[in-house]
Structure formats: C-alpha cells, structure tokens
C-alpha cells in the first residue's frame, strides 16, 4: 500500500520514530555549531536514502526518512546527495523532493553506493564540511567505501550496524569462508579472531555478546580511516 500522496513507503518498526527523533537532534546540532564556518558550506549525503517516507507497522503512522528529515529549512546545507538503488525508490524520493524549497540543491544519484562512490565524491563541495548519514538495512556498505569517501575531506559519519541477531545466524558460516560479505562490511578478515572457530562455542554466544564485539572492532578500524588534517 502507497502513502497518502500515492507514492511508495517503506516500512518500518516502531523503534524509527526513535531513531529519526535523534537523528534530527544530531542535525540540529551539527548545523547550528557549524554554520558559516566552511568555504564550501555544509554538504548532506545519504548513501541509502530511500523513498522518502516511512510508515511505522505497529501504528501506520506516516513519518518522513532520514532524506526528508535532513531538507527541513531548519538545517541550512548548501547541497545534498542522496544515494539510491532502487529504481522505485528513487522515483518517489524524485517526486518528493521537488515539492520542497531545497530541490535545486539536490543530487539524486541512483544505484549501489559502493559502485557509485567515485560519483558521490565528484559532487561533494570542495572545503565544505559534510554529514554523512550511513542507514542500511544490512551489511550493504564496504568499508573501503568510507575509505574512499572521507580519504582528503572533512565528513561526520552517522552508522547504523546491523542488528546482531542477523548476524550471530550465520556468524559460523562467514567464519569457516575464506571471504564473507562481513569482511568486505568490517574492512578485514581479523575480526575472527574475536570468537571461538566451532559452531558449539559460537551457538553459546549471545547477540548481545556479538554486536558488541562486532561494534568494538568496528570502531577500532573507522578510527584508522585517514581523514584530513
């Protein structure tokens, strides 16, 4: 079922109005502290941006997406650039953004990020600061793709890591392969190192235990991405 303006929507849990509510938060922050401060201004980029809206399951309540939610006039960015895979998607997010007053700063770059990254960073302002707004669904994003994206510039990275029970069900078949998709998503294939080879050792793991060690690791190999000076 469409929206109310006829146009497709994304489902989602309950727990994205929370999600949205802090992320609206961050951009409040982000904008007012570093507004006027930056040659090239300030540059949004969503690499999984969607259509636009979203409708909560539990309460089919209409909400806006992290791209609708990043054009309030609240947030002055200079540019946006907004990545997209799906065909649908990027038409209805097409269709939304030009009812809104920033649609002549708007990039729309169709297509999987990690294909498209040498595109993103083409359109991004020189001296300008950037937020980058990462929201998968999955493991959909190669780490040498922030490489590449924050390699010489000046960009804030707002991450959301996959759940951790998604990842425990299969975290014995990505540890017995010589290459997973958890590798190309971490940065390396150390991350092994973390838990225990047999899958009896890694059945008694909890999901908390392996979001966390996932998480730490993670965060450990963003801390190595070299970011200008």
């Keep these: ?129 950037s937020l980058a707004v990462v929201d998968p669904t999955g493991l959909h994003i190669n780490f040498e793709t922030l490489h590449k994206l924050t390699e010489g510039l000046r960009i804030d990275l707002i991450i959301t890591f996959p759940e951790g029970m998604d990842i425990k069900r299969n975290l014995s078949k990505f540890i017995r392969q010589s290459h997973c998709i958890l590798d190309d998503y971490i940065g390396d294939e150390d991350w092994r190192q973390l838990f225990p080879k047999d899958v009896k050792g890694i059945n008694q793991l909890t999901s908390t235990h392996v979001e966390e060690s996932l998480i730490g690791y993670y965060r450990e190999n963003l801390g190595k991405l070299s970011y200008k000076e």
């Design 1 to 129: 079922k469409n929206a109310s303006d006829g146009l497709p929507v994304r489902c989602v849990g309950v727990w994205a109005k929370d999600k949205y509510f802090y992320l609206k938060r961050y951009f409040e922050i982000f904008t007012s502290a570093m507004k006027n401060k930056w040659e090239g201004g300030l540059c949004y980029i969503d690499l999984f941006a969607g259509c636009g809206k979203c409708r909560v399951r539990e309460t089919c309540e209409e909400i806006d997406g992290s791209a609708l939610v990043s054009l309030s006039v609240k947030y002055p960015f200079k540019k946006y650039i907004m990545v997209e895979l799906s065909s649908d998607a990027v038409s209805a997010l097409r269709k939304r953004v030009e009812k809104t007053p920033h649609k002549d700063r708007i990039k729309i770059i169709p297509g999987d990020c990690n294909d498209e990254i040498d595109k993103i960073i083409c359109e991004i302002p020189r001296k300008s600061l």
